[in-house]
């Protein structure tokens, strides 16, 4: 186990950066729901205070080194090899950018919630410091601990404040949390495969860097099975033919602010898993379903694009039109090189914002 690194300001950034949503959302849960004005306050500020820290991250981010900065890693449960490990590099930066701006965002568009307002603003805030926890983690344990923080306050704003049009909020709800945890099933399995493959030396570690340079203890076969796993897992989250068809019925079920991080980031989780899990630390199974996977995702591009223009509801064109452009970036993925990836980075912070 490596040595606990000392704290300095620069390593407690993005802590304090994913701290700003949790402590708005702490203090709101202390609020008498009567103070509605106050409450929607809290949260702009908590926001406003996370996407300062982010775009202060991004400016002092020093590009032309690269690699992982302002880490933090404090261990956890070390003989499971669990860590609290945080930090960004230039695939994860840009990700906890368009988090925070469109978290900022969705808060200005729920201004005029007028039902629960303080559950709705409590559940807005652990949905949007889940997503930021996803692309920070350094850990593949945290990683998975976040995005499972997701999926629970998704559920309950859609079945609460959810609109009917086409299909009832409850049914939206349903399907999609179905469709998400069954792919967190499918990666819960690869991510305890790819633990005990790199623990097989007696060092267990789920730390992204460590799996990766721990390729050797890999088999070929392995590599293609966990991949295939990691393909279901994200594949679902990233809406890639065939898993998609729970995303544009739960952006028509959500409401505005849960479908603003549907659209901007919550798909996103999908793409940079799967460059970030998947062909970092599996490229031996990278390459063995790439044409599968670019196949899948040129079907994506335009059988999703052909139906978003037959739409009438503008959160169905988003839907669908969302499904095609991760269609793009799973092409991206699939061409496994560095221009491609950061391409796919480019086009997922430039949807997101679109969206």
Known sequence: MSALPTVGSMSMLLPFTLLAPIVAMLLIVFMPKEETKAIK??????????????????????????????????????????????????????????????????????????????????????LIAGVMGTFIARDLFIFFLFYEIVVIPIYIMVIIWGSTKRVTKEYAAMKLTIYLLIGSAFLLVGMVALYLAAGANGNPTFMFDQLSARQDLYSPAFQKVAFALMIVGFGS??????????????????????????AGVLKKIGGYGLI????????????????????????????????????????????????????????????????????????????GVMA
Request: glycine fraction near 8%; charge should be neutral.
């Open 237 to 262: 989250l990233i809406s890639m033919f065939p898993f998609h068809s729970w995303s544009p019925d739960g952006y028509a079920g959500a409401p505005t602010a849960v479908s603003m991080i549907h």
């Open 41 to 126: 306050l809290i949260a702009a500020m908590g926001m406003l205070v996370s996407l300062v820290l982010s775009l202060y991250a991004f400016a002092t981010y020093q590009w032309a080194q690269g690699g992982m900065q302002f880490t933090l890693t404090i261990p956890w449960v070390p003989d499971l090899g669990v860590n609290m490990a945080l930090g960004v590099d230039g695939l994860s930066l840009p990700m906890l950018l368009l988090t925070n701006l469109i978290g900022f965002a969705s808060i200005y568009a729920s201004w005029n919630i007028d039902k629960r307002v303080k559950e709705f603003f409590i559940l807005l805030l652990i």
């Open 276 to 351: 970030r899990l998947g062909v970092y630390v599996l490229p031996v199974g990278a390459s063995f379903w790439a044409p599968y996977i670019a196949t899948l995702a040129v079907i994506s591009v335009l059988y999703a694009a052909f139906i978003a223009l037959a739409q009438k509801d503008l959160k169905y064109v988003v839907g669908y039109s969302s499904v095609s452009h991760m269609g793009y970036v799973i092409i991206a993925i699939a061409a496994l090189n560095p221009t491609a990836a950061t391409g796919a980075v480019a086009m997922m912070f430039a949807h």
